[in-house]
């Protein structure tokens, strides 16, 4: 079956660095997109990978290795605003978009 | 100017009610698709529409069906409601083929059956 893994909950610190993991188990991989959900909102998109490496934007950052079925979403000098949901999804061979369950997100002071 | 609107935001209705959720995209995007999202917050693609194919979820009930008037619209009719229908749903929209391009997510529709 196709399966995406993600931690279901993580806390960091206010102008803190976090890491939140992406493993994906897919038949076949066409793209890995990460959307950002604040509690009650819609998701909206942060990024999308379909090349081995990391892509900059801003305080945020996503990796991929393909190779290893491994993404990261790396978000840099934490605010407040970024307690949150963190969703991966993967785009299979039908292009078919698999969601991971997402991981929450909470910020401390 | 919303990009992707869909009303009503809230619908509290009975079990056995019908009822129907509107989505329109301003966007010009080919594709639009609607999700249901549960309690555990995990989003569950239910159709997938352009103006070429419909791509129905298979775990789908039939007593849930999209009708798009144009591109544009994308809306969700429900018949006979069941207490498990009671969910956020979400419309959304991309352009090109599906899944090939980000999503643009309307504000979703919490509905609440009694």
């Known amino acids: 079956g196709q399966n995406i893994d993600q931690p279901t909950e993580m806390t960091a610190t206010e102008g803190a660095i976090v890491q939140i993991n992406c493993t994906y188990q897919t038949s076949g991989f066409n793209g890995l997109f990460w959307y950002q959900q604040h509690a009650g909102e819609a998701p909206t998109f942060l990024s999308y990978?379909?090349l081995d490496g990391l892509e900059e934007k801003g305080r945020f950052s996503s990796f991929l290795s393909r190779s290893k079925g491994y993404s990261y979403l790396l978000l840099k000098e934490l605010q407040m605003k970024d307690s949150a949901s963190y969703l991966c999804a993967v785009v299979d061979s039908n292009y078919q978009l698999i969601w991971g369950a997402g991981t929450k997100l909470i910020i401390k002071p | 100017d919303t990009a992707v609107s869909q009303t009503p935001k809230y619908l509290v209705t009975q079990m056995g009610n019908d009822k129907s959720i509107k989505c329109e995209q301003n966007?010009?995007?080919?594709?639009m698709y609607w999700y249901k999202q549960d309690s555990k917050k995990f989003l569950k693609i239910m159709f997938s529409?352009?103006?070429?194919?419909?791509?129905i979820n298979e775990t789908v009930p039939n007593r849930f069906s999209p009708k798009s008037p144009d591109k544009a619209h994308l809306n969700l009719h429900i018949n006979s409601l069941e207490l498990g229908d009671s969910a956020v749903y979400f419309c959304?929209?991309?352009?090109?083929?599906?899944?090939?391009?980000?999503?643009?997510f309307g504000e979703g529709s919490r509905l609440t059956v009694l």
């Open positions: 966007l010009g995007h080919d594709t």
């Open positions: 529409y352009n103006n070429k194919e419909l791509i």
């Open positions: 990978n379909v």
């Open positions: 959304a929209s991309s352009q090109g083929e599906w899944n090939t391009g980000e999503l643009f």
